[in-house]
């Protein structure tokens, strides 16, 4: 591959501020979520006890719900070309998968080149996707209609909302170790969490098939 | 200092895609909300049928009036009226009738009484 | 008076029949069940019950999504019994037992398991299997005419005057009696003074059953299957004496009877269908009604039609006074023989004490021309009360 010099735009303004809010309602639904489900008494007391630590979760949902909407509305286009990118699913993605991308040190083997989003990324936009409206889904009834809905479907909702959840939380754990910690991969961190720029190289490296659809800006 | 964008192309495929993703979503929504309304219609359906299955069960027997029990009308000649059939008799006021709120513990007081006149 | 059954009246007055465990999920589901409000918490808060306010019906624990509701177990009570060969158990069970009991044992809801549930009574080792719906007749007899009575004193027929006022209000489910006293006390002259079946079952067997069987009423132990939490209570209750014992010594529900002939290895569904013992073991089609909401109301029609009018009832049923409906109203004709006129009598019918309360205040203002009004707590009545198989159908 040759030398490349410069920055990419990864992710845009809007993107990364979606971003921003969905991160931070996620992580006061988890803690209040996991506080009055478990009954863990020093979760719900940071929140003012069980009451107003279910208000809040009730609330961080609704903007939990509202930040993507309206993220979406505003940007269909960017919406759709993700959507594009993460259903897309080629031999490089399952080559990708084979290799776990390399991050596992006893899967030896050559990596694909990758799209935008690497194979793994793929998957945890789907699951993303799958399962926040499986959370909302459940959610709602939950909270509007407790008194309405029978037993057996609030049960129902209630163990939905609860494996989803738990299920989110650990593959957002995973992405935030890889985005955040791991020293292979968080050299991206920037680019979604800061000013939305990652170095060409890195990204010609990482994400080939896409840096090669790119356009040089000259500044 | 180079600096790379992605293009501005918008490709049919990447729309139609988009799209489809949010129908996707409309559609689970509407199936997750039939699945709700079934089962709230039939949450409560087994108290119809229990219902049924008791007056099925009051149809197929062959008394079907207080009064005409002989087993009621044996208690009150033999035990709570003797040799008539009389409600409300003094037996019956004292075995099968009750006071309500504060006029209980008057009512305790009677019971108590009445079996030491027993005694 | 005996010395007791390990649940004292005030303990029970403490702690209430039902209590919510540590499985609550704070779901906030209950509160919009409770009919008084008993049921204290938010959404996210653990919720608990206040006994003072509670009128111990169950709806709160047969709708519980996580089964977080329990009721107080007199079931190792009765097995002690049962293993006691100097105790003489009797048993009676409720009419709404014998449509849900099957249930347990994979049958459909309302499958009639009557004869079936003689038999694993039997099987279960009590020495009598009677039945509730013999008192439930009885209680007919008794309400029955206590209303005539009150009707008569209404129009000022002589010899009725130290009857009580109209309308007459049912007795018959103790979690409306107890609602009742607590919240509208100036309408207990209105109800009933005939006991539930369940007690009248109570003081009939340790007095006149005692005496034919020819056993000691004090090693009798009364025990009764009930759809209904309610019935622990009011088993309990401190004027449930007049037999000079406690009339019914220990209730248990159509789930806990289950369990039992699951933990005694009966195979339930081959049980051959046996009849009740004879003595008070008799049933009529009228009592098996009293399990559903505004069965008491026909079956005081029947027997008060026919002894009113001197006539014969070519047409049992009254449809007027059935359905689901929380309150439902009808107009009876009656001729009456003794006094020579038609009496259109009116009746209303109120399931769900949640909506008891416009009724109420319609009598205590004067407003309501109603001659009888049947109030059961539990929606549909008896066959959905707290004790009965909790069902959670999603299609």
New interface residues.
């Given amino acids: 591959m040759s030398e490349v010099r410069g920055k990419v735009l990864k992710h845009g303004e809007q993107t990364r501020t979606m971003h921003w809010v969905h991160l931070v309602a996620f992580i006061i639904l988890a803690l209040t979520g996991i506080g009055f489900y478990f009954n863990i008494g020093f979760i719900n007391n940071m929140f003012g006890g069980g009451a107003n630590a279910s208000m809040v979760h009730r609330w961080a949902g609704v903007v939990f719900v509202v930040g993507p909407a309206l993220y979406i509305l505003l940007n269909f286009e960017r919406f759709a070309r993700f959507v594009d990118t993460i259903t897309t699913i080629t031999k490089d993605d399952i080559g990708w998968l084979k290799t776990m991308g390399g991050y596992i040190p006893f899967l030896k083997g050559e990596v694909p080149p990758q799209d935008k989003y690497n194979a793994g990324q793929k998957m945890l936009g789907l699951i993303i996707i799958i399962g926040c409206l499986l959370l909302i889904l459940t959610g709602f009834p939950m909270w509007l209609w407790r008194a309405v809905v029978p037993p057996a479907f609030l049960a129902f909702c209630y163990s939905v909302h609860f494996w989803v959840a738990a299920i989110l939380i650990l593959a957002v754990c995973g992405h935030f170790f890889l985005a955040a910690i791991h020293p292979k991969s968080r050299v991206e961190f920037a680019s979604m969490m800061i000013d939305g720029y990652i170095d060409a190289e890195i990204s010609a490296h990482h994400n080939e098939k896409w840096f090669n659809t790119l356009e040089e800006v000259k500044e | 200092?180079?600096?790379?964008?992605?293009?501005g192309t918008?490709?049919r495929?990447?729309?139609f895609?988009?799209?489809?993703?949010?129908a996707a979503?409309i559609v689970?929504?509407g199936v997750?909300a039939k699945?709700?309304y079934?089962?709230?219609a039939?949450?409560?359906?087994?108290?119809?049928?229990?219902?049924?299955?008791?007056?099925?069960?009051?149809?197929?027997?062959a008394?079907?009036?207080?009064?005409?029990?002989?087993?009621?009308l044996q208690?009150?000649k033999?035990?709570?009226s003797p040799g008539e059939v009389k409600?409300?008799s003094e037996k019956?006021h004292?075995?099968?009738?009750?006071?309500?709120?504060?006029?209980?513990p008057e009512?305790?007081k009677e019971?108590h009484a009445h079996?030491h006149d027993?005694a | 008076m005996e010395e007791g059954n390990g649940l004292s009246t005030a303990t029970l007055a403490n702690t209430g029949i039902i209590q919510v465990t540590k499985k609550c999920k704070s779901c906030d589901h209950c509160t919009s069940i409770c009919p008084t409000g008993a049921i204290h918490g938010k959404l996210g808060q653990k919720h608990h019950i206040d006994p003072k306010l509670c009128i111990n019906c169950g709806q709160c624990l047969i709708n519980c999504p996580f089964g977080a509701i329990t009721d107080t177990s007199m079931v190792k009570e009765v097995k002690k019994a049962l293993a006691d060969p100097s105790k003489y158990v009797v048993v009676q069970e409720a009419p709404a037992v014998r449509v849900a009991l099957g249930e347990e044992f994979g049958m459909d809801p309302g499958t009639n398991v009557k004869g079936k549930m003689y038999a694993s009574l039997r099987k279960l080792g009590f020495d009598k299997v009677y039945d509730t719906e013999f008192a439930a007749d009885l209680t007919i007899m008794e309400e029955g005419t206590e209303l005539i009575h009150r009707v008569f004193k209404a129009v000022g027929a002589p010899g009725y005057e130290s009857s009580g006022p109209l309308p007459q209000f049912t007795s018959c489910c103790p979690a409306w009696i107890k609602y009742a006293e607590d919240h509208y006390p100036a309408i207990l002259p209105n109800l009933s003074s005939a006991k539930s079946p369940q007690q009248m079952f109570g003081a009939v067997a340790k007095t006149y059953v005692a005496e034919k069987l020819g056993v000691k009423p004090a090693d009798m132990v009364s025990v009764s299957v009930m759809p209904c939490t309610a019935k622990k209570y009011e088993c309990n209750r401190p004027e449930m004496i007049a037999s000079g014992y406690q009339d019914v010594d220990y209730v248990i529900t159509t789930r806990e009877l289950a369990d039992m002939i699951k933990e005694k290895g009966i195979d339930f569904n081959s049980l051959p269908n046996e009849e009740a013992d004879r003595l008070v073991g008799a049933s009529t089609g009228a009592a098996t009604i009293f399990g559903v909401t505004g069965g008491v109301m026909e079956a005081a029609l029947r027997t008060a039609y026919e002894l009113l009018s001197g006539q014969s009832l070519g047409k049992v049923e009254f449809k007027s006074v059935r359905g689901q409906k929380p309150i439902r109203e009808a107009t009876v004709e009656i001729p009456i023989k003794d006094l020579g006129t038609t009496l259109p009598v009116k009746v209303c019918v109120v399931t769900g004490t949640k909506y008891v309360g416009r009724v109420i205040e319609d009598v205590l203002a004067g407003r309501s021309s109603y001659h009888f009004i049947e109030v059961m707590n539990c929606p549909g009545g008896c066959i959905n009360g707290g004790g009965q198989p909790i069902r959670r159908d999603m299609y």
């Fill in positions: 200092m180079s600096i790379f964008r992605e293009k918008f490709t495929r990447q729309f895609k988009g799209s489809g993703m949010l979503t689970i929504s997750f699945f709700g079934d089962a709230w039939a949450s409560d359906a087994y108290i119809e049928k229990r219902i049924s299955g008791l007056y099925t069960l009051d149809e197929k027997m008394i079907r009036k207080s009064h005409q029990n002989p087993e009621i208690i009150y033999d035990f709570l409600p409300v019956a004292h075995l099968l009738h009750t006071k309500y709120g504060q006029d209980i009512l305790i019971l079996q027993a």
